[in-house]
Every structure is written in structure tokens, then in C-alpha cells.
């Protein structure tokens, strides 16, 4: 059974980086057709997608984020790994990563999910 | 981006009741919805997909109907257990994007 947890740094500085690590148990983050999601949850309950990485290791990212993060991985740990960039208050969200696959080659569904980890963005 | 249009924002349920939620796609979306539920503290659990699959292990009580662009998540017979957020999710189209949720609460 596929486990996901975050990690992450809980309070980040405005104009810093924001890290947040996703470490899979019970499946390999090669398999193919699997992608691994981070999206996020801001206060106020609004959730965003903000990109994934697949099992080949291409890459998509939502494109009001485009020129502020990376989602990069370790296939050696069984990890993945979200960085945004020039953080504001704004960021300031519960962080999730989750696995995402098609149903029938067409329906997305993101079947497992992390617990989610809170950052906040504050000097 | 496709805007997806959740209602009710909250909701107040007996115990029994059959309650539903709507979510409307700013675009055909052909059925590519996705079904949440959140309980507080927990990670999101899938419900529903392709608009009307129900997940293995989800009580049959749950059910999803739509399609085009109107969407919809029936609990028919309202438990304890059901209180939580509900949201649904489109990965029809790049950004994939999400409802903006519903809290479901027991009377």
C-alpha cells in the first residue's frame, strides 16, 4: 500500500526558497504511468495544482508558477521534491504530494495523498 | 484555466438525509472529474472518478452523476462519519483545477 509524507521547514522567510520533501513507501516512484503531484492548500480551504513529475521523469507545471519552482527527484530514496522560489505571504499553505495516474487513458484521479505539510511564510 | 464552481460553500446534514453537491465546469470537462473527501488533520481520500467510478473500499452510499460541464456528489443516507470537506478536482485540461470545497457537517 502506497504511503506519502511530507516534510517540510514550517516557517520559511519571505523571499527565500521553500523546500518540501515527499518520501513514497510501498511503491516505487519509477512505476510506470504514475505521476507525483504537489498541490497545495492555502488558508481559507482554495487548493491549487502546482505541477508533477512522472515516472520517466518529465515534468509539468502549473504556469502561474512557471518561473518560481522546481520539482526535482531522488529515484535512489523514493523521493520528490518541490522548491518555489521567492516566496511571499501569499505561499504561506498547507503543502501536499500525491500520486496521480489515468483512469482508461483519459480520467486523471490523484489516488494517494500525503498528510501535508504547513508552511508559513513570515519574517 | 477551467474554473470550477462548487456549491454548496457548507452544508448541515441529519443523520439519514441525502444531501448533494454541485460542481460546475467554466468548459466541457467530458466526465474527467474527481471526487474528495478531507476530514480534519487527515490527507484527502478519492471518492468518485471519471465522474461516476466509485473507488474501491468507498461506501456505495456515495455517488457521483454528470457530465459536460454540471457535476454532482450524492451521500444518500447521511452518517456521522461523512463530516468533513468535500472537493471535487477536473484533469481535463493543464492546469488541472480544483472546486473550492464544501463543508459537511452532521445536524
Known amino acids: 500500500q502506497v504511503n506519502l509524507q511530507e516534510s517540510g521547514p514550517g516557517i520559511v522567510k519571505p523571499s527565500q526558497p521553500l523546500s518540501v520533501t515527499c518520501s513514497i513507501t510501498?511503491?516505487?516512484?519509477?512505476?510506470?504511468?504514475?505521476?507525483w503531484n504537489w498541490i497545495r492548500k492555502f488558508p481559507g480551504r482554495k487548493l491549487e495544482w502546482m505541477g508533477y513529475?512522472?515516472?520517466?521523469?518529465?515534468?509539468y507545471y502549473n504556469p502561474s508558477l512557471k518561473s518560481r519552482i522546481s520539482i526535482t527527484r531522488d529515484t535512489s530514496k523514493n523521493q520528490f521534491f518541490l522548491q518555489l522560489n521567492t516566496v511571499t505571504t501569499e505561499d504561506t499553505a498547507v503543502y501536499y504530494c500525491?500520486?496521480?495516474?489515468?483512469?482508461?487513458?483519459?480520467?486523471?484521479?490523484?489516488?494517494?495523498w500525503g498528510q501535508g505539510a504547513s508552511v508559513t511564510v513570515s519574517s | 484555466d477551467i474554473q470550477m464552481t462548487q456549491s454548496p460553500a457548507s452544508l448541515s446534514a441529519s443523520l439519514g438525509e441525502t444531501i448533494s453537491i454541485e460542481c460546475r465546469a467554466s468548459?466541457?470537462?467530458?466526465?474527467?472529474l474527481a471526487w474528495y473527501q478531507q476530514k480534519s488533520g487527515k490527507s484527502p481520500q478519492l471518492l468518485i472518478y471519471?465522474?461516476?467510478g466509485l473507488q474501491d473500499g468507498v461506501p456505495s452510499r456515495f455517488s457521483g452523476s454528470g457530465s459536460g460541464t454540471q457535476y454532482s456528489l450524492k451521500i444518500s443516507g447521511m452518517q456521522p462519519e461523512d463530516e468533513g470537506d468535500y472537493f471535487c478536482l477536473q484533469g481535463s485540461k493543464f492546469p488541472y483545477t480544483f472546486g473550492a470545497g464544501t463543508k459537511l457537517e452532521l445536524k
Open positions: 471519471a465522474a461516476n
Open positions: 513529475i512522472c515516472y520517466d521523469g518529465s515534468i
Open positions: 500525491a500520486r496521480g495516474k489515468y483512469y482508461g487513458s483519459h480520467y486523471y484521479v490523484m489516488d494517494a
Open positions: 510501498g511503491y516505487s516512484i519509477i512505476t510506470s504511468y504514475f505521476h
Open positions: 468548459e466541457d470537462i467530458y466526465s474527467n
